[in-house]
């Protein structure tokens, strides 16, 4: 069983940074790739930003150049550095581990994990 703690939300005005940061803890074989999303109220969950075990990264459009996502892989800790906040970022932030299997009989050799998700308010 995996679980995913994340840490770093919370009340900051706009314009100022916050930082998330998520760990991976449990019987782990592999994390292919780890993200944040986030979902506002009334609003579908949505990728904020995520990195792959091989470094590569993508962003939603609306926090590019705003927001880095980093990965310390011995310590299967992801990283949301946010800067330049902004009212719309408001929202419950998500963890999220895609996770590898053995491939070793019949798949998935994938799943996901969530975190418990984090509360950022951006006040104007």
């Known amino acids: 069983q995996v679980q995913l703690v994340e840490s770093g939300g919370g009340l900051v005005q706009a314009g100022g940074s916050l930082r998330l940061s998520c760990a991976a803890s449990g019987i782990i074989f592999r994390i292919n790739a780890m993200g944040w999303y986030r979902q506002a109220p009334g609003k579908q969950r949505e990728l904020v930003a995520r990195?792959?075990?091989?470094?590569?990264?993508n962003y939603a459009d609306s926090v590019q150049g705003r927001f880095t996502i980093s990965r310390d892989n011995a310590k299967n800790t992801v990283y949301l550095q946010m800067n330049s906040l902004k009212p719309e970022d408001t929202a419950v932030y998500y963890c999220?581990?895609?996770?590898?299997?053995?491939?070793?009989?019949?798949?998935?050799?994938?799943?996901?994990?969530w975190g418990q998700g984090t509360q950022v308010t951006v006040s104007s």
């Open positions: 990195v792959t075990s091989g470094g590569s990264t």
């Open positions: 999220n581990a895609l996770m590898g299997r053995p491939r070793v009989g019949p798949g998935p050799y994938e799943y996901d994990v």
